[in-house]
């Protein structure tokens, strides 16, 4: 069956994370549909977390939530879904526990587990099993109606595989490091399975009527440089040269990339080196020094705001507002305005609007003295944003 979704009206996060020079930088900013937000309790109501997820129409309406609270001020929505819904996906037992987060009754012990051998040996079907996030997707982009792209996104296999260990999140990732030091190939087998069904389940996020991918990889920091190149790099690279396959088998255009590989601040120079459009930030780059490296590859960055400013104040968000714009080239062609992780618990909504109103107007007064590019899109843009719009049909 083939839908027809209404032509995008704003492709700018699109056109930045091409590359393209733009005449400001979009924004929208991660986990911004959610708790801090009165009108989410309100649509949640007594429904657990994952049933939030298994709801296409709850999904849609929490997703959509801060794209009209935020109107006019942010340029991208994503889906309201979680990360951990492939392990579900893999037969694991997955529950949200209130105050505490998710809780993975019974972890992966170790290689001889019977759960780790039955995770190896099934065949996962994740078109099947996760069907209820292709349709809150298709559902979320005829609600949205064009206002905004859509971004669909994964658990990175090193972060789902600490989760499926631990049980659930950690300070110490005793079972984690467990695993890749004492069981290192079994790991690997591990992680490699987990990498196949997400670039199958990012493909198929696309053919639902995803517009822009992103691969959240929450618990890089907690490898070395060197563990990292044997037990996160390798997946996340895995998916960023075989989404792009997987897609031109389904007949659809490819769309671009992010990874975000929190905490890992040594790996940017490698994740440069992926094919991924963008690498996301956290706030432990200095955003001058990561641009630098960044535009030496042609990559686009996202973020990266501490999320503790919104909570300083508004002199504060200011201060950190005119520091990445600084920081990121002014804002014309390879930045995405974003926080450099998601947003934290009772951040107040107006401080929010407060830290995308002040990109907007620093980015506005900021073209008169840089020279670099005008309100006008050149040539190259506007055929550039014409090429894309024929490319809004997607077949499910």
Not at 31 to 50: I, V
Not at 256 to 266: E, L, R, S
Not at 309 to 321: D, K, Q
Not at 339 to 353: A, C, Q, R, S, Y
Request: proline fraction near 6%; aromatic fraction near 10%.
């Amino acid at each position: 069956m083939t839908i027809a979704f209404e032509p995008l009206k704003n492709d700018l996060i699109l056109r930045t994370a091409r590359g393209e020079k733009v005449e400001r930088p979009p924004m929208w900013v991660m986990r911004q549909a959610g708790r801090y937000l009165p009108e989410y309790h309100e649509a949640k109501g007594k429904h657990d977390f994952f049933e939030c997820c298994r709801s296409p129409e709850i999904a849609s309406t929490l997703t959509l939530q801060p794209i009209e609270r935020f109107a006019g001020l942010i340029d991208a929505a994503i889906i309201f879904s979680d990360i951990l819904v492939i392990p579900q996906a893999m037969g694991m037992e997955v529950i949200m526990v209130d105050k505490k987060g998710p809780h993975f009754p019974e972890p992966l012990q170790g290689p001889d587990d019977k759960q780790y051998q039955e995770i190896m040996d099934h065949h996962i079907d994740v078109k099947e099993s996760l069907d209820y996030v292709y349709k809150a997707i298709t559902l979320t982009r005829q609600k949205l109606a064009g206002r905004v792209p859509l971004i669909g996104f994964c658990g990175a296999p090193w972060t789902l595989l600490c989760y499926m260990v631990e049980g659930g999140g950690t300070k110490l990732f005793i079972q984690s490091k467990t695993w890749v030091f004492r069981h290192g190939e079994e790991s690997k087998a591990l992680l490699q399975k987990i990498a196949e069904l997400c670039v199958e389940y990012l493909a198929l996020q696309v053919q639902a009527g995803a517009q822009m991918l992103q691969v959240f990889d929450s618990w890089a920091g907690e490898l070395s440089p060197t563990s990292f190149k044997s037990f996160s790099l390798p997946y996340l690279t895995y998916i960023a040269d075989n989404v792009p396959k997987r897609l031109a088998e389904l007949g659809l255009e490819r769309v671009p990339m992010t990874v975000f590989a929190k905490g890992a601040w040594y790996a940017l120079e490698d994740l440069c080196k992926t094919r991924y459009n963008v690498v996301g930030l956290d706030w432990l780059h200095d955003p001058a020094e990561a641009y630098k490296i960044a535009r030496a590859y042609g990559k686009t960055l996202q973020g990266n705001a501490d999320p503790g400013v919104l909570y300083g104040g508004r002199e504060a968000i200011t201060a950190v507002v005119k520091e990445m714009v600084d920081g990121f080239g002014g804002g014309k062609q390879g930045w995405i305005a974003n926080l450099g992780h998601g947003i934290t618990p009772f951040v107040k909504p107006d401080d929010l609007k407060f830290f995308f109103e002040e990109i907007h107007k620093y980015t506005t007064s900021s073209q008169a003295s840089s020279g670099e590019a005008t309100d006008e899109p050149s040539s190259r843009d506007t055929a550039m944003r014409g090429e894309s719009t024929k490319n809004l049909l997607h077949g499910i």
